[in-house]
Structure formats: C-alpha cells, structure tokens
C-alpha cells in the first residue's frame, strides 16, 4: 500500500513538471511576440511619420518647380528631397523607393504626386525561436504638390482688407456648389460670426482666417496661398447701343404696369409697386441707378445688365428675380456687369423669389445679402437637417441660386442663407501635403 503510494506521487510530481515546461514555453514564446510586436508597431509608427515627412518633402519640391516641369521631378530635386529627409531619420537609401509619379494606388501614374515606400528591417530578439531572418516593415505615403483645374463660386478680389469675405449676425449662411477663393492677404480675411456657416469644397485664402471662425467653415480649407488673378479682368465695358427710355414700352394690363425692354442705353432702371418688367435678350446699358423695390418682378433671358455709374443696384423687391446670361459672345455667362471704377454696392434684400444664373461680376464693389428671404420649402428643409437655426424672429432664407460671384467684398447678413449652386468660375487650387 505504502509502495503504491509513493509511486502514485512520483507520477502526479513527473506531469507538473511537463506542465510546467509546457507553461514556460509558452510563456516564453507570448512574452516574445509581445516583444517583438511592440517594437513593430513602434518601427511602424516611426516609419509611417518618415515616409509622409519625406512624401511631404518630395511634394514641396515638385510644387516648387511645377510651371517649369508641368509636375516630372525634371531635375530630380524632389526625390532628392525624400531620399535627404528618410536618411535624416535614420533609413538608409537602399530601403527608400520613390516613385514619381506613384506606382500604385489612387494616383498612380498622375504628375504633380510623389509615392515614398519605406522597407525597414528590423532584427528578430525572442522571436527567433520561431524562425529566421528580419521582420520587414512596410509603409507608404503620397504627398501632392502641383495645381489643379478648379471651379469655383466665389470669387472676392480684395487684395488686404480684414473681413472681406464676412458672414455676419445670427444664422447667416453661404452654402455653395464649388469653392470660394478670397485674395485678401489679411490675416483675418475671412469672418464667420457665431451661428453662423460656410460651407464649400475648398476654402483658398491668401492670408487667413478669424480664429473664433474656423469651427463654422465645412470646407478643405488652404490658407496661405497665392492669390488668384481675376479670370474677368479683360472683360470690355459693352456699347452703350440705342437710347431707351422705359415708359416708351409700357403697356396696362389689369392695373400692372408692364414694361417689355429691348436692349440698349437706359438712363437708370427704376421700378416699384408691383410692376411687371420682361427683358428681351441682350445688353442692358444702365447710365445710373438700377432699383427694384416693393413688389415688382423682372425677367430676363440671355441678358446682360451692365451698371455703368457710380450708383448701387438694389434688388430689394419681395416679387420675382429671374434672370440667366447669354449663351454666346463677349458677356456669355455674365448676368450682372458693375463696371470696374465703381465702388457701389449690388445689394439683394427682401427679395422673396430670387431666381438668378450666371456670374455676378462686381471687381471693385461689394455684393450684398441682406435680409433675403424666401418661403421654406419641404426639399431644401429635408436636405438641411444637420444645420439648426436659431429663431430669432428675423432670420430669412433665400433659395438656391445657379449663379457665381466675383466681387472685392462679399458680406452675408442679418440671417440669409445664401445657396450657390452655380459654379461657373474657372480657377486653379494648390495640392499640397499628403493624399493617401
């Protein structure tokens, strides 16, 4: 019995053993990965932040030389740069590949890109007890540095001023289809006041933006870029054409006036009350003011309105604006034309149906929304979810309109929401830094 006994226990001593040799294997084994694993992540995190130093590098250098070489690394410049910065951070050329342009990915054979791939080996500690050889990392990154066609919705052409772009007052909001460029090298061009939102494709500023500003702009924003020249610069004042005057063509029906215009000189173009006036297509000369106000409507298809004085053009009516450029000739696409010595305001305000195409080309003035309302619609409310207003009593709305501007200021205020769904100016924009 005795004897049974002990060999009992010899038994059970022998299998803790191999449980214990077991256990240490695999303990040793674990605490190896984990090792391992740990300095791979950290090479990997190390490589990746070399690799897009080094795209960014490359991207530099391509942006740098772009009008000379069209985005080829022509003299070989930018992987100069890439292979500098990855050696500079301890990867020896033999691991770095740079492919100008890339050779994989989104932008695979597309100049103006920089593709940096980093293969850094790295030794085996207690892992070596699974195998042999290095443990390979690989990371990659691509950096752009060239200019791309761009269309844009704004334009404003101030060159210094503070604010020359502003959203101001609760609840004002430009919301457009392109981006908005904004030449001012201020470093406060751009404003946007609480509660209110910018919402674009990009956003190129030639100097900056407001700090309190930049948590109500919903767009890529590049600041620091160079400015844009006016795409309209050369466009010519038109011929003044025919002497006009208003009354000469107008006509009762029901109690409305009506006036039916052809193109031609006019002194001003001044309506009120609930006058009813049809453009025919053409240019429109105006010597003086242009005002609508109260409840008169104006359509117009295929004009061109040119503001030839130093009066403003106030669309104050809460009737019908509906008016789209020509389609050929000098003026096509330009619907509203304030010529360039002017420093006069084109002001929309109160207007209840606004319904305007084409660009709205002022170089020297200010555009103005202000107060523009219009009746909600279940579409745009449904599409709009995400952005809350709040009730103030005086915020308005204004639909979305298939126009462009080009101006020197542009102000939204006092709660209108402006909709460009136009994009019809054509521009370039920088692509700087990483991509992929």
Not at 150 to 163: G, I
Not at 289 to 294: D, Q, R, Y
Not at 336 to 343: A, N
Request: glycine share 10%.
């Amino acid at each position: 019995m005795r004897k049974h006994q002990d060999r009992q226990l010899r038994d059970r001593k022998g299998a803790v053993m191999v449980l214990i040799a077991v256990s240490l294997f695999l303990l040793i084994g674990v605490t190896a990965l984990a090792v391992d694993a740990g300095r791979l992540y950290r090479e990997r995190r190390n490589t990746q932040a070399a690799a897009d130093a080094a795209a960014d590098a490359a991207g530099l250098a391509l942006y740098a030389t772009n009008e000379k070489f069209g985005g080829r690394d022509g003299d070989g410049s930018a992987r100069a740069s890439a292979i500098e910065l990855a050696s500079g951070n301890g990867y020896a050329p033999s691991t770095v590949t740079v492919n100008i342009p890339p050779a994989s990915g989104s932008f695979a054979g597309q100049l103006g890109y920089a593709e940096v791939i980093i293969n850094a080996p790295i030794s085996r500690t207690f892992s070596s007890i699974f195998g042999k050889g290095d443990l390979i990392v690989t990371t990659r990154a691509v950096a752009g540095g060239t200019i791309k066609d761009s269309l844009a919705s704004v334009m404003v052409l101030d060159s210094k001023r503070k604010d020359s772009l502003k959203l101001k007052g609760k609840n004002s909001a430009l919301d457009v289809a392109g981006d908005v460029i904004v030449n001012s090298t201020n470093k406060r061009a751009v404003k946007v006041d609480k509660k209110s939102q910018l919402i674009a494709d990009h956003l190129l500023v030639a100097g900056g933006i407001d700090k309190k500003s930049k948590g109500l702009i919903d767009a890529t924003v590049m600041t620091g870029v160079e400015p844009t020249p006016d795409p309209l610069a050369s466009l010519p004042s038109p011929a003044k054409g025919t002497d006009r005057d208003p009354n000469q063509f107008k006509t009762s029906v029901g109690g409305q006036d009506v006036f039916n215009l052809p193109p031609g000189k006019y002194k001003e173009l001044k309506f009120d009350n609930n006058d009813l006036i049809n453009l025919s297509p053409g240019e429109y000369y105006v010597e003086g003011e242009i005002s609508l106000k109260e409840s008169c409507s104006i359509n117009g298809s295929g004009v061109m309105i040119y503001s030839a004085g130093n009066k403003e053009a106030k669309f104050k009516t809460s009737g019908n604006i509906t008016l789209s450029p020509p389609t050929t000739g000098t003026y096509r696409g330009v619907t509203l034309f304030q010529h360039g010595g002017s420093k006069s305001k084109i002001e929309f305000r109160n207007d209840k149906d606004l319904n305007l195409s084409g660009i709205i080309y002022a170089p020297n003035s200010e555009v103005k929304f202000k107060n523009t309302d219009l009746d909600f619609d279940e579409d745009w409310e449904s599409e709009s979810e995400d952005y809350e207003l709040e009730d103030d009593g005086g915020t308005s709305f204004v639909g979305s309109i298939a126009a462009s501007i080009i101006c020197r200021k542009l102000s939204i205020d006092k709660g209108s929401y402006v909709r460009l769904s136009g994009a019809d100016i054509n521009a370039q924009r920088p692509v700087l830094g990483l991509v992929e």
